[in-house]
């Protein structure tokens, strides 16, 4: 498998990057390097196959002791905390709530 010069335009225009045409071939020869890379340790046998698992009959320990409380709680650290969850700014790209509409207007 490999990878042409306009497989990268096509690539690159729907992860939307800028790639400078003089770069094109330059990226191409670069994903058939890795490509080819991949098919070569895809022809190593599997290290693991001849390891047995060491996970049979391992039980599980149930977590014990109390948890260790902090020195001072969420709402006194975060800019903004309300109903025990952290309050973040909306991102430019969303739409306002009406919760951001409530505090414009007051």
């Not at 709402?75 to 905390?81: G, K, R, S, T, W």
């Amino acid at each position: 498998m490999s990878v042409t010069v306009d497989e990268v335009r096509r690539i690159a225009a729907l992860s939307r990057l800028a790639v400078a045409p003089e770069r094109e071939p330059i990226i191409a020869a670069q994903l058939n390097g890795i490509l080819s890379h991949m098919d070569a340790l895809r022809q190593v046998p599997d290290a693991t196959a001849r390891v047995e698992d060491t996970t049979a009959g391992m039980r599980l320990v149930a977590d014990v002791g109390p948890a260790v409380p902090l020195t001072r709680g969420p709402q006194d650290i975060a800019p903004a905390f309300r109903d025990g969850f952290f309050l973040v700014p909306r991102l430019a790209t969303h739409g306002a709530t009406t919760d951001d509409l409530d505090e414009e207007a007051s």
